[in-house]
């Protein structure tokens, strides 16, 4: 016991050295290096010379908006109407990468027709981004296509890419999961991720903010954000004292005692008993009822037939069986109720040559 305990102790605390160095994963994060993450592609941008600046507020966006910035933006719930509003009056070129909030603001006239499945597609455009990509694992939604646009990857109701030029570009994509450190590698998605968000020099990454970042009030923070660091940690122990203390004591409690009955009683005794009553209450449709219910329970799997079998299949395979006559047997095991105490008797005579006949024919 002392042994499981201890093992339960060290198991708990390996688990607490593995998982507590990690952090959960932020999607599409340049500075997340879990398989949701992008930070492969942040490095590859940064060594072909595009400056990244990771912001998560507003405030930052148009501190660094100018000409020759781009700026990314894969989620928008933690903003609020009037925030996107700005976002879309901004000079910087617009990268909208998976499903977000407010897109008929961001890129007007481009809007979300229905949902398309992610999987590997032919740009089939004239695009040069895509072109030199090729194959690239893209969908999540497909969109229209308004004039002086141009739409690449198209499914069944529409391209899942498309770039809009004017006072500046605008690309919208359906989903994110090329430009992650899981996809990146396959097929052409570096090379997409690379010549979508590497196409100006400044990269403006626009990214929820952190817990830590979240301003008290602010109506910014999720549930899972406001919860302390350390209560689920608490929640784990208490689990595993919960089962240390139900195995304990289901030990304690020991195997099964068979106690012993005071009073045996024989079967044979049982059955006179019963009999007496049933002969002082006269109740000889209740004896004659239980002596035919037996014999036919007693039969019905000698002759073959399962527990639901007619009466009529019954009486034909017993009647087989034995040599009687079917009038007979149905009279013997569904017939009338003896008038008499020396009916009764006859009554379990009969049903006892004939349960002997089906028994050893």
């Known amino acids: 016991m002392v042994i499981f305990g201890l093992l339960v102790i060290v198991l708990a605390a390996l688990a607490a050295l593995i998982t507590g160095t990690s952090t959960d994963g932020r999607r599409l994060d340049p500075a997340d290096s879990t398989l949701t993450g992008s ?118 109701d529409g391209p899942s890419l498309v770039r809009s030029s004017g006072s500046r570009t605008v690309t919208v994509v359906g989903d994110g999961g090329f430009m992650t450190n899981q996809r990146l590698a396959e097929d052409g998605n570096a090379a997409l991720a690379v010549n979508l968000a590497g196409a100006r020099p400044v990269l403006i990454w626009l990214v929820p903010p952190d817990a830590s ?19 689920p940690w608490a929640v784990l122990q208490l689990v595993i004292a919960l089962l240390v203390v139900a195995f304990w004591r289901g030990r ?6 068979v106690e012993r009955l005071p009073v045996v009683v024989r079967a044979a005794e049982t059955a006179e008993g019963r009999g007496r009553l ?40 017993t009647a087989l069986r034995s040599g009687q006559d079917a009038v007979w047997v149905r009279s013997v095991l569904y017939g009338l109720i003896p008038a008499d105490d020396a009916g009764l008797v006859a009554l379990a005579g009969h049903l006892d040559t004939l349960e002997r006949q089906v028994r050893e024919p």
């Open 213 to 231: 970042q979240v301003i008290p009030g602010s109506g910014q923070a999720t549930l899972g954000e406001l919860i302390p660091v350390g209560v």
């Open 278 to 317: 049933y002969r002082a209450r006269r109740a000889r449709d209740r004896a004659s009822a239980t002596l035919r219910a037996a014999c036919v329970s007693r039969l019905t799997p000698r002759l073959g037939l399962s527990g639901d079998a007619t009466p009529d299949q019954i009486i034909a395979a």
């Open 252 to 257: 304690r409690l020991g195997p099964v005692v």
């Open 39 to 156: 930070k492969a592609l942040a490095q590859i941008l940064r060594q072909r010379g595009v400056r990244i600046e990771r912001v998560s507020t507003i405030d930052d966006v148009v501190r660094l908006d100018g000409p020759g910035t781009q700026l990314l933006v894969s989620g928008s719930s933690f903003l609020s109407l009037d925030e996107i509003t700005s976002l879309s009056r901004a000079q910087a070129d617009l990268l909208v990468v998976g499903p977000v909030r407010g897109l008929s603001t961001l890129a007007p006239g481009i809007t979300a027709t229905s949902e398309a499945a992610v999987r590997s597609r032919e740009p089939r455009c004239d695009l040069p981004a895509a072109v030199h990509a090729g194959n690239a694992y893209l969908g999540g939604a497909a969109f229209t296509v308004p004039a002086r646009s141009t739409g690449c990857y198209p499914g069944a």
